[in-house]
């Protein structure tokens, strides 16, 4: 007997999508999983050519991902921090387009450290040592890890992340002094991990990244730099110039498809040795950034990530304070990120634990996460 | 086979292929969901972003309920919700499809011209939260219940929403002789 559903049900009878819809609708998933914040804000941007070419190269790293990958290491080309603690959705995709773009298209000028040693550049195990501007960050890296830290057995970590004005998200994470590192949207999140013993150092998707900047706090800058450019499976990475190029030419006329499909209109980067060079400067501080947010309380894991952030031409360094207390503003400059945009930390001049991150790109509200750190006791939680 | 709940607290715990798994499970329903609401081209553009929704907000997907389904049509209606509002009227599809585009030739009900203008005009008198609630248990199989679960309300509300929409239907002008007619017929070809 047919009643009035019936009815109605055959009135919602559709066409199915093409199959390649939903082909696409899980690359996109695959991309925000690995780059929720770059990703977040796609619909809201997505008349701009830039967002194009973001998701195009994101579909690209994603159609290549092993099973194994994290999602760490599933990351492009973005502005760090904030990527790992998803703010700022609308920065990070203006932020990830710029930087795609200069990936794609921008001239390769490089920084005057990396031009000086294009030969370095392309077998990727440059032999930067951080000028001096950038010195506070090697003596802070040196002297946080004599730094005895107040009573307790663990830092606590509140993250307030913060996209214009307002509040996007807040991230809990402890790191205990036996190295673990546990994290949630809450303190009671924090207790649950440690109840599953999910170590975020050990079995989280950073592991990679927190590993390759405890190895970078004992290794010179260049053995750290290449550690992490590993670690975060960089494709370039210790291949001679001829090899390079190859692998380069390759990612560029896969990203020159894609972009044509979606009909945008960018001429590809030619190879140079200044370009593989930023592209390890603009991958290595996404990647160290990372780990440093991710392993804020570890002192092996900031004094790693600042030693290699030293290494980095396009970063400068200067004394602040914060609140009354002395700081070290870190800067990476629109260089990093194709001539536009900037990335701000700003960190305890003592401990060199994060105190804030900003994230700047013409057009878009500020990104910025603020870090409060206080010492406590993991079984009083 | 795991439930869709626990692939959404594996993925909570850092495993990645766990929430695909729950798409794959579910993409051609919501798919569908998405054509019906918004025609083909929109919805394959929506789906994506339905996906990246769901991911970001599967924190709060209550673990309870072991089948994703209803709590993603929630999600995508969020979705379509914005979409509306950023499209111009010209642009939307209708509520209730105008033309049988690619209509299962299999459908238990055939309807014919006539009888489609009769239900569309008998849908648009229902009130918009009567017909919510009415879709989702027509078109996308659910039970009241689970109708209550994607649209956030009370599971007795859907009920009732449910039970007003049926009424007014059947009441509707033209819809009671459909539905006399309809099943007359199948009386006579026993």
Known sequence: MTDELDLVGALGSAEPLRPEAYQRARAVLRAAMADPGTVRLLGATSAEDTTMEATSTMETTTTTRDHESSPAIQRRRRIGIAGRLGIGAGVGVAAAAAVVAMMINSPATGGTQAGKDSSAAASGSTTADGPVERAPLMTLAGSIKTVTPPAGDAWLVKATQVHGTKTMQVVYTLYTDGHAIYTGNSVQDIKRAIARHQDQMTDGGYAPLLEAAVAAADSSPADGRTQMLKAAKEPLVGLDPAAQKAVWDKQQAAAQVIIKQKGGNAEPKPYSPQAVQQHFDNALWTYSTQALSAGDGNTQVRAGVLRLLSTISAVSVKNSTTHGKATLTITAGPEMFGGEGSEVLTIDAETGMLVKDVSIVPGTPQASTTYESSRVTKADL | ?190
């Open chain 2, 1 to 190: 086979m795991a439930s869709d709940a626990d692939l959404i607290g594996r993925s909570l715990d850092g495993d990645v292929d766990a929430f695909v798994e729950v798409v794959e499970r579910h993409e051609a329903a919501v798919g569908a969901y998405l054509v019906r609401r918004a025609g083909r081209d929109a919805a394959e553009d929506l789906l994506g972003e339905v996906w990246v929704a769901a991911f970001e907000s599967r924190r709060l997907y209550d673990r309870s309920y072991n089948d994703a389904r209803p709590w993603l049509y929630g999600v995508a209606l969020n979705r379509l919700r914005r979409y509306w509002r950023s499209r111009p009227a010209e642009d939307l599809v209708a509520d209730v499809p105008d033309v049988a585009t690619g209509s299962d030739p299999w459908s238990a009900v055939d309807l014919g011209v006539d009888a489609r203008a009769v239900l569309r005009s008998a849908l648009t008198r229902l009130k918009p939260e009567e017909r919510e609630v009415l879709r989702l248990v027509a078109w996308e199989d659910l039970t009241a219940a689970d109708a209550a679960r994607a649209l956030g309300i009370p599971a007795g509300t859907a009920r009732r929403l449910l039970s007003q929409a049926r009424t007014a239907l059947r009441d509707a002008p033209g819809v009671s002789a459909l539905l006399k007619d309809r099943n007359s017929t199948k009386e006579r070809h026993r």
